[in-house]
C-alpha cells in the first residue's frame, strides 16, 4: 500500500520561505497527477497546486508565482517550495496523489504538515 510521508512544515515569519517534500514508498509519482492541498481553520480544504498527468501544472491564484510544485521520480518525492510567505498561507499543508487500490482509483493522501507564517 502507498505510503506518503510529508516534512518540512514549520513556523516562519512573513516574508519568509519554506519547501515541503511527501516522500512516497514507491514511484507513485510517476506519471499520475499529484498535488498539495491545505486546509486553514475555518475554511475546507482547498487545492494549492497540482501536477497533472501529462505534466502540466496548476496553481491557485493566490500562489501564484510564490509557490512551485514539483517532483523527483528517482526520490520518490513530491516538492512545494513556498517563498514570500504570508499569514493567509498558515495551514495544513497535505499532498495526495492519485494511484490504485484493489483494482480501483484511489487518492492516496500524506498526514498533514503545519505551516505557521507569523506577522
Known amino acids: 500500500q502507498v505510503q506518503l510521508a510529508e516534512s518540512g512544515g514549520g513556523l516562519v515569519q512573513a516574508g519568509g520561505s519554506l519547501r515541503l517534500s511527501c516522500t512516497a514508498n514507491?514511484?507513485?509519482?510517476?506519471?499520475?497527477?499529484a498535488g498539495w492541498y491545505r486546509h486553514a481553520p475555518g475554511k475546507e480544504r482547498d487545492l494549492v497546486a497540482r501536477?497533472?498527468?501529462?505534466?502540466?501544472?496548476e496553481y491557485v491564484d493566490s500562489v501564484q508565482g510564490r509557490f512551485t510544485i514539483s517532483t523527483d521520480n528517482a526520490k520518490k518525492t513530491l516538492y512545494l517550495q513556498m517563498t514570500t510567505l504570508n499569514p493567509e498561507d498558515t495551514a495544513v499543508y497535505y499532498c495526495?496523489?492519485?494511484?490504485?487500490?484493489?483494482?480501483?482509483?484511489?487518492?492516496?493522501w500524506g498526514q498533514g504538515t503545519q505551516v505557521t507564517v507569523s506577522s
Open positions: 495526495s496523489v492519485a494511484g490504485w487500490r484493489n483494482g480501483v482509483p484511489y487518492d492516496y
Open positions: 501536477i497533472n498527468s501529462d505534466g502540466n501544472i
Open positions: 514507491s514511484r507513485i509519482f510517476t506519471g499520475n497527477p
